[in-house]
């Protein structure tokens, strides 16, 4: 079975140039979710998607952050402009339901300059 | 709204012994599930072990094990016969069981090295 797939693995920009992650979850899974993980803390929920509609948004910083899943399957993940402190690891993951395991990918590392 | 604390950044184990990653949760529901993942230096996050709320045995898989103590609200993780692959951050998380929001809500992390 395949795993969450992610893309670019790494990204260098500089600040106020945008940027965008992809995702694949796994097949089938309705629930997906983007964490950010800053160095040295653990992963902060971004926004829950259940099929394409959005369960969870609140901790999104809506001014520079947008996601979309468009089909209810992959999503992306977009920021614009970027800042400095936006320097992080975005996680993305995939479920399907309730209580069941939550699968991550690799993750998508960006570093803002 | 539910928050997870893991009171040791790092600790350190020889190859071989046991150790135990402490983590409290604090929560107003009953049912509910936690989990352990463990994250190499390559970030991906890898479950270890999960346990359902409901349930009062303790959940075991193969050298890791948890001491769920629901009233106390406490999840701790043991790891027995410590190998060198099981250096890596190590995270508790809280997946709450009655709303449709049921994402993850992670603690800040423990540090674990295995020394040989």
């Known amino acids: 079975e395949a795993g969450v797939a992610q893309s670019p693995r790494y990204k260098i920009i500089e600040k106020r140039q945008s940027v965008a992650f992809w995702c694949n979850p796994i097949?089938?899974?309705?629930?997906l979710y983007w964490y950010q993980q800053i160095l040295g803390q653990g992963p902060k929920l971004l926004i829950q998607?259940?099929?394409?509609?959005?369960?969870?948004d609140s901790q999104l910083p809506k001014d520079r952050f947008s996601a979309e899943r468009l089909k209810g399957v992959d999503s992306t993940l977009k920021i614009q402009p970027a800042k400095l402190e936006d320097s992080a690891v975005y996680l993305c993951?995939?479920?399907?339901?309730?209580?069941?395991?939550?699968?991550f990918g690799e993750g998508s590392w960006l570093t803002v300059v | 709204a539910q928050t997870v604390t893991q009171s040791q950044p790092e600790m350190s184990v020889q190859e071989a012994e046991t150790v135990t990653l402490s983590c409290t949760y604090d929560?107003?529901?009953?049912?509910?599930?936690l989990f352990w993942y463990k994250q190499p230096p390559s970030r991906q996050m890898i479950l270890v072990i999960r346990?359902?709320?409901?349930?009062?045995q303790n959940a075991t898989e193969n050298r890791f094990s948890v001491n769920f103590q629901k009233a106390a609200k406490s999840f701790s993780l043991k790891i027995s016969d410590s190998q060198l692959g099981d250096t890596a951050m190590y995270f508790c998380?809280?997946?709450?069981?009655?709303?449709?929001?049921?994402?993850?809500?992670f603690g800040g992390g423990t540090r674990l090295m295995v020394k040989p």
């Open positions: 097949s089938g899974h309705a629930t």
């Open positions: 998380a809280f997946q709450g069981g009655n709303n449709a929001g049921n994402m993850l809500t």
């Open positions: 998607f259940q099929n394409n509609g959005v369960v969870d």
């Open positions: 929560t107003s529901e009953n049912n509910y599930y």
């Open positions: 993951a995939s479920s399907s339901g309730l209580g069941n395991t939550i699968y």
């Open positions: 346990q359902e709320a409901y349930k009062q």
